[in-house]
C-alpha cells in the first residue's frame, strides 16, 4: 500500500514536470485499479485513449526531417 503513494506522488511531481517544458498534462494518467477491476481498467483507459486522441498530436519532441544544404 505505501508503493501506491510512492507512485502518486512521483506522478504529481512529473504531470508539473511535464507541464513545466510544455507538454499538455492530460497526456498522463494516474489511477488506482485493483486486479480484479477489469471493468474499471477498461473504462478507465478508453477515458484516457480518448482525452489524449482529443488533445491532438504532441507540440513539442517531434523529430523533424533533417535539412540538407
Do not use: C, Q
Not at 504529481?12 to 492530460?26: N, S
Amino acid at each position: 500500500m505505501e508503493g501506491n503513494y510512492y507512485a502518486r506522488r512521483k506522478f504529481a511531481l512529473l504531470k508539473g514536470l511535464l507541464e513545466h517544458v510544455g507538454i499538455e498534462p492530460g497526456r498522463l494518467h494516474f489511477s488506482w485499479i485493483s486486479s480484479a477491476e477489469a471493468t474499471k481498467f477498461v473504462d478507465v483507459a478508453n477515458t484516457v485513449a480518448k482525452e489524449v486522441k482529443d488533445l491532438g498530436p504532441a507540440r513539442y519532441f517531434i523529430k523533424k526531417r533533417a535539412e540538407v544544404a
